[in-house]
């Protein structure tokens, strides 16, 4: 199955470019000062922990869905069969999730559960599991009403062997539009692993829209505000049947998707205007955001992705540049040839690269055009050719869908960010909106934020031989244990 493959190839991939950006968006720090370690909103970040010398699984293969030949070809046999315990071992059987937490459940050996969450309209369903991993490392994995597989921790597929994002929790978003749409949930054990668990689903209102205040939600409820993490809602997946339809996917681990009720509105109502005026584009890919305590990713585990603070409070997200061969991907754009062990395109890539220029431009267009956002990130090289297509839009005739308006253009003078302090955004964009004042994550730690060490340039070696950076000891926040990054480089297909 020919994309099947592609896409456990694209999840290393980006596992392994994600590694590659832990410096990506060092530059906000500096320009914002983001001295505002104030109250603190933060649970404990969860410890992960070596899973269990388990058995392999004990799967049995006779149980059958309605809907079994949709089924993606990774899942294979894993359907088990009844179990005395409980009747909810696939989806046909599934029980319907509980709103709020159901403790003391448990996966035995060869045993699996689904649930069925079926989601409220104007509502986003935040479905996960919570266990101790140390004492057995299950998983929980997301399908649609089809059966079709939509998403594990570890990006777009199932099953996966790479472990080194595990936690004591695991979470998805679902969205309904107009209510009534059916997900499933699985919750299985990792190579035969066995553990209890308890089952959380929570709601949030949720509805798509220009501005998040506009659509009558409080600031508050806009900007993430809130204890132990209610401010921050799972990015949901998309849903092909609403209004704006398959318009993303997922570039990153379940945990590190969560954001501020306005970026998600914010996001999806960009996306959708694209797609009005852009007909045929293709879904883009949305990287890394927040943790759900409103923590930089990686820090979850000690291992930051980026530095220190640059994605705190849930409204800073890192999002995939739209590209000519519609891939929309994780990558780098710049086509130049370089290794860019440095992070940046070389001057070579003004001619050679394969952002799609208007599309991108029109989409920043969208973000700009909220007062929320604070600044984009954008490569250095790629920034004037992106502000350039901008200007052709603006120029287009009045009625065309392209168009820009005068003030969206003029985002692209003074909230477009690049330079050198603003390395590997020849893979991604950073889309950065306003920073709270108080709500902070991190006020219960130490020290207060300094801004991250700069960037060392390239330094030892990975394993493929090529060069990686250096990871500045500074950019650990107090009291966290930072391992040495496995970085690599994402290498052009
Ligand atoms: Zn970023």
Redesign the pocket.
């Known amino acids: 199955m020919k994309h099947m493959i592609a896409r456990r190839e694209w999840s290393y991939f980006v596992v392994m470019a994600l590694a590659a950006?832990t410096h990506?968006?060092q530059g906000?720090q500096g320009e914002t000062g983001m001295d505002d370690a104030a109250d603190s909103t933060a649970s404990e970040a969860d410890t992960s922990a070596d899973s269990e010398d388990t058995e392999p699984a004990d799967v049995s293969d006779e149980a059958a869905l309605p809907a079994a030949g949709s089924l993606p070809e990774a899942l294979g046999s894993a359907w088990p069969g009844a179990s005395s315990l409980e009747p909810n071992e696939a989806s046909v059987t599934a029980k319907d999730a509980p709103l709020g937490v159901t403790n003391n459940l448990s996966i035995t050996k060869g045993d699996e559960d689904w649930y069925r969450v079926v989601v409220p309209a104007r509502t986003v369903a935040r479905v996960g599991i919570e266990m101790n991993h140390a004492a057995g490392d299950l998983d929980l994995v997301a399908y649609d009403a089809q059966g079709r597989l939509l998403g594990s921790r570890n990006g777009a597929e199932y099953p996966y062997t790479f472990r080194g994002q595990e936690t004591n929790t695991e979470y998805y978003g679902f969205y309904s539009e107009d209510g009534g749409a059916v997900y499933y949930v699985r919750v299985l054990g990792h190579a035969g692993a066995t553990n209890k668990y308890s089952l959380r689903v929570d709601h949030y209102s949720y509805v798509d829209g220009q501005t998040c205040t506009g659509a009558g939600f409080s600031l508050a409820d806009c900007d993430g505000r809130g204890s132990s993490g209610s401010g921050l809602i799972p990015f949901p997946f998309p849903d092909p049947s609403d209004s704006l339809g398959n318009a993303y996917n997922f570039a990153s681990y379940s945990n590190y998707r969560f954001a501020r009720r306005e970026l998600v509105m914010l996001v999806r109502h960009a996306l959708a205007e694209t797609r009005e005026a852009f007909p045929g584009t293709k879904p883009l890919s949305l990287?890394?955001i927040c943790q759900m305590d409103g923590v930089t990713p990686g820090y979850d585990i000690g291992d930051p992705r980026?530095p220190q603070s640059?994605?705190d409070q849930g409204g800073?997200?890192?999002i995939a540049y739209f590209q000519t061969d519609g891939a929309n991907d994780a990558e780098i754009v710049c086509n130049d040839g370089a290794s860019h062990a440095d992070g940046y395109c070389t001057s070579a890539a003004a001619k050679k690269h394969i952002v799609d220029l208007p599309r991108q431009a029109f989409f920043m267009a969208k973000l700009f055009a909220s007062s929320r956002t604070r600044v984009i990130?954008t490569d250095t090289v790629l920034a004037p050719l992106i502000r350039g297509a901008a200007q052709a839009l603006a120029a287009l005739p009045a009625g065309d869908r392209r168009k820009i308006s005068q003030s969206e253009l003029s985002a692209f003078s003074n909230r477009l960010a690049y330079g050198s302090g603003w390395p590997y955004?020849h893979h991604?964009i950073?889309l950065?909106l306003q920073w709270l004042n108080q709500g902070n994550a991190r006020a219960g730690e130490a020290t207060a934020l300094s801004a991250p060490a700069p960037f060392l340039g390239p330094g030892a070696q990975d394993a493929e031989g090529d060069p990686k950076p250096q990871m500045s000891n500074s950019m650990q926040a107090p009291g966290e244990a930072v391992d040495s990054l496995d970085m690599a480089w994402p290498p052009r297909p």
């Open positions: 950006m990506g968006c906000e990287i890394d980026h640059t994605h800073n997200i890192d990130g955004h991604h950073h950065s």
